[in-house]
């Protein structure tokens, strides 16, 4: 609806306008203007029918030809060829290097640094100090242990492989040495001998040998001649079990 103030001072306002100016109609009021019709006539659609199915043809079936087709030619087969076998030959040990090898005597074990693939006997003697023991001994390197003893020459020594040094005794060295501990062991039982018989040790009563007595001993650590005790005691009056 239009919001123009109608000119006319006898408008009702909002009532809704009577004028011929129809300014301010409401909708759905009696207006004086002349309405235009449209003079074109339109007339209702016409619902289309659809439009007739035409019958579906059967579909073709193809037959399958009863004749085989030839099979593809096979193939020769091909065995894969097997490669040769590459012999790798070891690398060629480089015997004239330096590094460390452990050498071992007893229960002594330790680390020696070896120059140009050698190890002199001199570097060994002066941890182990056997020239002072076995004087006159011959010093081996081996890779065998006591339990597999051998003098058998392996070569220059490798780095970080371990040895076994044996000695060879001189014969001479070996009586004098022997000698020498007979002599040591006669002193001290001399010692010994001495001190038992200073009158004032107190020692502990022992019980003395019976079979002198015409009774064999019990206790083999009293009695002088344990293996021959029952003879001894015969002889001493003994006249065996009754």
Not at 5 to 29: D, F
Not at 62 to 71: D, G, I
Not at 86 to 108: C, E, F, K
Not at 169 to 176: G, I
Request: aromatic letters at 8%; one cysteine or more; glycine letters at 4%.
């Amino acid at each position: 609806m239009s919001t123009a103030k109608c000119p006319l001072k006898r408008c009702q306002g909002k009532r809704g306008c009577i004028c011929p100016v129809s300014t301010n109609l409401p909708s759905g009021t009696f207006s004086a203007k002349t309405t235009r019709f449209s003079t074109k006539t339109t007339l209702p659609e016409i619902a289309v029918k659809d439009k007739p199915k035409t019958a579906k043809q059967p579909k073709k079936v193809v037959k399958a030809s009863l004749t085989k087709e030839a099979p593809a030619p096979a193939m020769p087969s091909v065995k894969p060829a097997t490669p040769e076998p590459q012999i790798q030959t070891p690398p060629s040990q480089d015997l004239n290097n330096n590094g460390n090898v452990i050498v071992r005597y007893n229960h002594y074990k330790k680390e020696f640094a070896i120059k140009n693939g050698s190890l002199d006997a001199a570097t060994i003697d002066g941890q182990y100090f056997l020239s002072a023991v076995f004087p006159k001994s011959k010093l081996y390197l081996s890779r065998f242990g006591p339990s597999d003893f051998s003098f058998e020459s392996e070569g220059l020594p490798h780095c970080g492989e371990t040895y076994w040094v044996h000695i060879e005794e001189d014969a001479e060295e070996r009586v004098a040495y022997e000698k020498r501990q007979d002599e040591y062991s006669a002193a001290r039982a001399k010692d010994r001998a001495a001190k038992d018989d200073k009158p004032n040790i107190m020692r502990e009563k022992v019980e003395s040998c019976s079979c002198i007595e015409g009774n064999p001993c019990v206790d083999k650590y009293c009695c002088k001649d344990w293996d021959n005790r029952y003879a001894v005691a015969k002889k001493h009056g003994w006249k065996g079990f009754q």
